[in-house]
C-alpha cells in the first residue's frame, strides 16, 4: 500500500509524521472517511466542500485547491487498486512548538488513504441494531462544534467506550439539553406516520455527507423528511428508526433502551430508503478514471 503525505506517495511503514505535529500533540486539525463503490468515489465534492469548511471553522488555511485535493484521492485509489472501499482524509495543523499557539505551525500536513473497509456483516441490514443512550453528552455547539469533523474525537470515544461497556455498539448521544443530537459516530432518523425526521445539525450533530444523500433520497422516493429538535420520546414512540454513516450507510435500529422500535427487523420505509440509497452509491460521485 502505498500513503499520500504531503506531496508524494510513500510505502505504507514509510508514511510518517512528526512528534511535534498538532494534530498528534493537541488534536489540532480536520479529517474525512470517504467510500469509494465501483470506482466511484461517493460524493467526493461534498466530503472535500466539509473538509475545507471544517478547517475554516479552525481557522486552519488550506493550501491545497480543490481540483488538486480531488487528483490526489483519485491517485490514491489508483496507485492501491481501491474500486470499492475507504478513504481516510487527515489534514493537520502541521509542525509547531510545544505550546497551543497554532500561529508557530509553519504548514498544515495532507494524509491520504486509500484502504479496503470492513463491512457490516449482512444480516445487521435486515435485522438491524439495538441502541443504549450515552451518558456522556455531545459537545456543546458553543464548545467545539460537533460540525467539524475535528481530529479531536474523545466526545465520541467516551461514548463508544460506555457503549461497549454496555453490550452495545452505537449509541443515541443526546447534547447537553438532552435534546436528541445522534449516534457516535452516526447520525439518526426516525419514521413516524409515514414521515422522516432527523435532528438539525444545530442540535449538535455532525452534517453527514450519508444524512444529506438520504434526504435527497427520501425527495427522489417523495418521502417528506424534516430537520427537528428531537426527544427520546419521539425515538421510543416511533415507527422505524435507522442510522446513517459512510460506513454503516443506511441501518435498521431495532431497539433503544428496551424500547421495540417497530416489529423487529427493517421496517419497510427503511427498507425503501436502503435500497434506493445503494442505487445512488455507484452514480453519484466522481469516476476514478
Ligand atoms: N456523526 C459522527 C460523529 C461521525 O463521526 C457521522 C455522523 C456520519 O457522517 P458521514 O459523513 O460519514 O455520513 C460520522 C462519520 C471511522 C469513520 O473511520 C467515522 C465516520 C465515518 C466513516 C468512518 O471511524 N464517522
Known amino acids: 500500500m502505498e500513503v499520500y503525505l504531503d506531496g508524494k506517495f510513500y510505502p505504507k511503514m514509510e508514511a510518517k509524521v512528526s512528534v511535534f505535529d498538532h494534530g498528534l500533540l493537541y488534536g489540532d486539525g480536520v479529517f474525512e472517511g470517504i467510500r469509494v463503490y465501483d470506482n466511484c468515489i461517493f460524493k467526493l465534492d461534498e466530503h472535500l466542500e466539509r473538509l475545507e469548511y471544517s478547517a475554516k471553522a479552525i481557522a486552519l488555511k488550506l ?12 491517485e490514491a485509489c489508483k496507485r492501491n487498486g481501491v474500486a470499492n472501499g475507504y478513504i481516510r482524509t487527515v489534514v493537520t495543523r502541521g509542525v509547531g512548538d510545544l505550546g497551543l499557539n ?13 484502504d479496503g473497509i470492513k463491512l457490516y456483516p449482512a444480516e445487521v441490514y435486515t435485522k438491524g441494531i439495538k441502541l443504549v443512550t450515552a451518558a456522556t453528552r455531545r459537545t456543546n455547539v458553543a464548545a467545539l462544534p460537533p460540525m467539524v469533523k475535528s481530529l479531536n474525537y474523545l466526545n465520541s470515544i ?4 460506555e457503549t461497549l461497556n454496555a453490550g452495545f455498539d452505537e449509541c443515541l448521544f443526546l447534547n447537553d439539553q438532552g435534546y436528541v443530537a445522534e449516534c457516535s459516530g452516526d447520525n439518526i432518523f426516525i419514521i413516524s406516520k409515514g414521515v422522516v425526521y432527523t435532528p438539525t445539525i444545530s442540535s449538535s450533530a455532525l452534517g453527514g455527507i450519508t444524512r444529506r444523500a438520504v434526504m435527497e433520497v427520501c425527495e427522489d422516493l417523495g418521502i417528506s423528511c424534516k430537520e427537528v429538535q428531537m426527544t427520546r420520546y419521539d425515538v421510543y414512540t416511533a415507527d422505524e428508526a435507522f442510522l446513517t454513516g459512510s460506513a454503516a450507510e443506511v441501518i435498521p435500529v431495532t431497539e433503544v433502551d428496551a424500547r421495540e422500535i417497530g416489529a423487529g427487523g427493517a421496517g419497510p420505509v427503511t427498507t425503501k430508503i436502503l435500497a434506493k440509497f445503494r442505487e445512488k452509491v455507484r452514480k453519484d460521485g466522481t469516476m476514478i478514471v
Open 63 to 74: 493550501p491545497w485547491s480543490r481540483e488538486e485535493l480531488s487528483r490526489i484521492h483519485i
Open 102 to 114: 497554532p500561529n508557530n505551525c509553519k504548514s498544515p500536513s495532507l494524509i491520504v488513504i486509500a
Open 158 to 161: 467516551l461514548a463508544k467506550i
